[in-house]
T-cell receptor
Framework: DAGITQSPRHKVTETGTPVTLRCHQTENHRYMYWYRQDPGHGLRLIHY???????DKGEVSDGYSVSRSKTEDFLLTLESATSSQTSVYFCAISESGTHYNEQFFGPGTRLTVL | AQSVTQLDSQVPVFEEAPVELRCNYS??????LFWYVQYPNQGLQLLLKYLSGSTLVKSINGFEAEFNKSQTSFHLRKPSVHISDTAEYFCAVSESEGNKLVFGAGTILRVKS
């Protein structure tokens, strides 16, 4: 299994509070991705990174920010959590980010915003 | 823009029966197609992928999918399912010059004994 961990695995928070989710990899892969999974929507890309300090927006980036100060860590921050951000969040990594390069997924973080 | 449609949200089937999970995509350029599987409370794992060449691709656990360019489809099939195949299956597409995947909404396969 690819070495990807996510923390925390579960979190309950209140509307308006900041939340940071962490993705950590031990594979030294260049590309890292954050997705959210919601019933009926599959996985939707929030942000991705193609190197240290290099990030770009995905399909549903509003309300989220990311940072990558080290190859192994990719942080997702909800500056002021809302109930619509209740979801399961998955991190993925890819060696080169090209179309034929498999993405490996972490175990997910279940976030509930009350 | 690319999009992926998985036509069935849930597919119930009895053990040892055949199954087909349908996937259609839309794109104006060449694409690459993937099926991922998600077992309960886990992340996604790649099941199989079509990049080029033979339009029929197979996985190590008996699934196969056929790329049909004229019908813009990439349906997943298995001739005989097992209880352990119970999972959610996601179809995904990537444009040939892109570095992102677009996922369908998923199909839950429930195998009953």
């Amino acid at each position: 299994d690819a070495g990807i961990t996510q923390s925390p695995r579960h979190k309950v928070t209140e509307t308006g509070t900041p939340v940071t989710l962490r993705c950590h990899q031990t594979e030294n892969h260049r590309y890292m991705y954050w997705y959210r999974q919601d019933p009926g929507h599959g996985l939707r890309l929030i942000h991705y990174s193609y190197g240290v300090k290099d990030t770009d927006k995905g399909e549903v980036s509003d309300g989220y920010s990311v940072s990558r100060s080290k190859t192994e860590d990719f942080l997702l921050t909800l500056e002021s959590a809302t109930s619509s951000q209740t979801s399961v969040y998955f991190c993925a990594i890819s060696e080169s980010g090209t179309h034929y390069n498999e993405q490996f997924f972490g175990p997910g973080t279940r976030l509930t915003v009350l | 823009a690319q999009s992926v449609t998985q036509l069935d949200s849930q597919v119930p089937v009895f053990e040892e029966a055949p199954v087909e999970l349908r996937c259609n995509y839309s794109s104006s350029v060449s694409v690459y197609l993937f099926w991922y599987v998600q077992y309960p409370n886990q992340g996604l794992q790649l099941l199989l992928k079509y990049l080029s060449g033979s339009t029929l691709v197979k996985s190590i656990n008996g699934f196969e999918a056929e790329f049909n360019k004229s019908q813009t489809s990439f349906h997943l099939r298995k001739p005989s399912v097992h209880i352990s195949d119970t999972a959610e299956y996601f179809c995904a597409v990537s444009e040939s010059e892109g570095n992102k995947l677009v996922f369908g909404a998923g199909t839950i396969l429930r195998v009953k004994s």
